[in-house]
């Protein structure tokens, strides 16, 4: 599928790997419906990218909100194309510790976000891809491209509720792949490592030394533009579908 001239929701897409995501659609010639709750972050790029840019104030856990944003971009561009669900939230705690018990409701919380957020986005996208005609000789109207993390698969200590709502998204990838086959609408996940993003940015410098020296090669964080780079070419392979990708450098995450 071409980039070029179609458009694609971001959530999260004020910082860290969405903004990166956006970047790379706008300079492959796409437009980029910008879904986030940071106005100050969001208004920035929208100014900056000019009139291949809307941003919406969005919340992804909200029906009505996320309506309105897709409600924008048709008005504007008269259609969607594809989704990249990178919005989401960290949280690292134990479930029982000397001094409490892990809450039920920060947990409700992180899950409700990563993973009832990106379901949230990716039913009513895809609502709106469905009602579109194809773009290309295979029939394709679009794709969903949704972020987990390799925490799905190898999560640390005190990362109970963050793994399970990745763990979630990658569970989606091939039943939501399966269903939409016949609407012409591809699915795949992005699995990041460990990634140069707000939440990581928070932890002390002798952390993130002591997480980057665990990647293979190249011995660096990810960045915005690594992922962007990745979501483009996803987006152009149409034959790429039902499948989580991992992104991170060859890093596997043991016991830290």
Avoid at 65 to 84: L, Q
Avoid at 155 to 170: E, F, R
């Amino acid at each position: 599928m071409k980039i070029e001239g179609l458009v694609f929701v971001v959530t999260g897409g004020a910082s860290g790997l969405g903004e990166g995501a956006v970047r790379a659609i706008v300079k492959k010639g796409g437009k980029a419906l910008i879904f986030d709750r940071d106005q100050e972050k969001g208004a920035a790029l929208e100014t900056e990218l000019k009139d291949n840019a809307i941003f919406c104030v969005v919340d992804v856990t909200k029906e009505d909100s996320i309506k309105a944003g897709i409600a924008a971009g048709v008005k504007k561009w008269g259609g969607i194309h594809g989704v990249v669900n990178s919005a989401g939230i960290g949280g690292a705690q134990r479930v029982v510790s000397k001094t409490r018990v892990h809450p039920q409701s920060a947990f409700d919380t992180i899950i409700g976000i990563n993973l009832g957020g990106t379901f949230n986005v990716t039913r009513l996208v895809a609502a709106q891809i469905a009602s579109q005609q194809p773009v290309n000789k295979d029939g394709e109207r679009g794709v969903v491209i949704n972020v987990a993390s390799v925490a799905a698969f190898e999560g640390q200590q005190g990362q109970v509720a963050y793994s399970a709502s990745k763990g979630g998204v990658v569970g989606m990838t091939v039943p939501l792949a399966r269903e939409f086959a016949p609407l012409g609408i591809r699915v795949l996940t992005i699995a990041p490592g460990i990634m140069e993003t707000p939440m990581l940015g928070k932890l002390p410098e002798a952390v993130r030394k002591s997480l980057t020296d665990t990647i293979v090669f190249p011995q660096r964080l990810g960045n915005g533009e690594d992922f962007g780079q990745l979501c483009t070419a996803i987006i152009e392979t149409s034959y790429l579908n039902a499948e989580t990708i991992r992104f991170d450098a060859g890093v596997r995450m043991n016991k830290l």
